[in-house]
């Protein structure tokens, strides 16, 4: 009985101690099987978040005009950043235990996530802002089109103005056909005269006009001046150039000789005459005859004198 017994608890013993051996052995393996995963698991999330951290800091640098209206979300995401790599340093240096890992690894695994979501959001406010001013750039080129079109609109308004103003303050002044002038010398032995081309025997200078008709001109006594000027540009003139004065555009203009008449707006012809004072000496060359009413010139012409 003592034998058997002794050989049966001996056999039982054995049995438990194969048995813890193989529990033991099991066990540990699943441990170092789920701190392999565990370890897998980190490295995986260590490549998504160095991949996130990449493609964001690309996208700040392409687009770093933005980054002032950015800066909140940035702040957001290194915060993150900075937690997850504090996170994945902890990981790091844990030796034993299960469920600390698998604590740590779980709330990395949010955490990464987490920051996926908050630059996926970046990017999509990212994307919408530069729509959004790139919307607003085409309005502005279009109102910038626009301002131009109607700068050039008005540019050519007002030279359409200038333009009518002209015509109607060219429409408002005497215009004269031809002016014909005749430098004539008188008769010996009669009161009449005869034209001539010789300086020295110039007497009268006389100059013939047309006034045209013109409704527009306001009608009444107009003063024709003539200014007769000789190669020397000196005017012919009887007298001073203060006694001999009209205004042309508010400045004193000499004249040689001038001339009333009435304008009712019909067509009318004009003689002026000018006598030649024995103080005044004409010379050879070219002169030139310039017309005056209202202060504007109305006509012109030029003549020659030979010795």
Sequence with gaps: MNTRSTAKI?????TLFVSANVFFSCAGQEVEDQLESLESEKFELQKQFDSIMVSYEKIKSENALYGEQFAEKDSIISAQAGQIKNLLAE???TKGGQARPTTKTSKLRKQVQE????CDNYMKELEGLKIENETLKAEN???KVAMEEIKVANEKLIS????????????QRLVTSDVVVT???SKCGSNGLKATKYANKVDVIKIETRIIANDVVEPGTKTIYARITGPNNRVLCNGTAEEFSFDVDGSPLQYTAKQDIEFDGNSRKVVINWSRNENVKVIKGTYRVSLYADGQ???KASFKLTR
């Design 10 to 14: 001996a056999m039982l013993v054995c």
């Design 91 to 93: 990981l790091s240096d």
């Design 115 to 118: 920051l996926q979501e908050t």
């Design 141 to 143: 080129e279009q109102i």
């Design 160 to 171: 359409e103005n200038q333009k009518l103003e002209q015509k109607v303050e060219n429409a």
């Design 183 to 185: 430098p004539m010398r």
């Design 297 to 299: 010139e109305i006509g």
